[in-house]
């Protein structure tokens, strides 16, 4: 039976992944030379800042090009550009529709928690002014392992105590589907379908979630 809803944050709740790009991508010039595009950005969404520097220098075979001194200097300075961007975000950076969704989801009385590998996650989502929205917040600094491994989703699921097969897991990332999928959960990706492919249940976009829907399709593979 449906008890919990487990989300991720960047590009499920608000659009911070322009932001990470943006910000990875002038450290990535500046300290390496290594010029990243809206591909190599899709393969970043949803791993955390270490996994997604080390992607960036393998994309530009400079994976052994420099000490995890360097590496954490340079994921600083990213964090320090990221800061920046997201410092105006207020509530009318929620993505269109899910405020509304958020409230029919506690209005039909189901938990809720945030699956997001960013350490920022709490910051946003006070910003945001849905701290009250989410029973839980999982902290990714006490992670093993990051997404694709289900790690994160069975800990947002166990913070709301909640069974793996109570859950539905909202994704706008590959690698995120693929640990909700790995968890047990039901998928649901918001995106291009071509990249969330292997999702249960997909809307385009955040416009078109609906709770009915979801309901229903989770029913149906429950029985
Ligand atoms: C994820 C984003 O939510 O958080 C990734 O999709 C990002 O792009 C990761 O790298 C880590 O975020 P932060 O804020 O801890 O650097
Ligand atoms: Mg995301």
Redesign the pocket.
């Known amino acids: 039976m449906l008890k919990g809803f487990v989300f ?4 499920v709740i608000t659009d ?2 322009q932001y ?1 790009y943006e910000a990875w991508k002038r450290v990535a010039e500046e300290e390496t030379g290594i010029v990243i595009d809206e591909s190599v950005n899709e393969q ?6 270490m ?2 520097l080390n992607t960036i220098l393998k994309f530009g075979h400079k994976e052994e090009a420099y000490t995890d001194t360097e590496k954490a200097v340079m ?1 600083s300075e ?2 320090d550009y ?1 800061l920046k961007l997201i410092q105006n975000m207020t509530p009318a950076d929620i993505l269109p529709g899910m405020k509304e969704f958020l409230e029919a989801v506690k209005a039909a009385g189901y938990q809720t928690a945030i699956a ?6 709490p910051a946003i989502i006070e910003r945001l002014g849905l701290i009250r929205d989410f029973d839980g917040i999982v902290d ?1 600094t006490l992670l093993r392992h990051g997404k694709p491994d289900p790690e994160i989703f069975e800990r947002a699921a166990a913070l709301i105590n909640l069974d793996n097969s109570e859950v539905v897991g909202m994704e706008d ?1 590959a690698a995120g589907i693929a640990g909700i999928n790995a968890a047990g959960q039901f998928s649901v990706g918001i995106g291009d379908p071509r990249i969330l492919e292997d999702a249960d249940l997909i809307f385009r976009s955040t416009n078109e979630v609906d709770l009915g829907a979801i309901e229903a399709v989770f029913n149906t593979k429950d029985n």
């Open positions: 991720d944050l960047d590009g911070t992944a990470h970043l969404k949803g791993l955390s800042r996994d997604s994921a990213k964090n990221y997001s590998a960013s350490k920022n996650a990714p990332a």
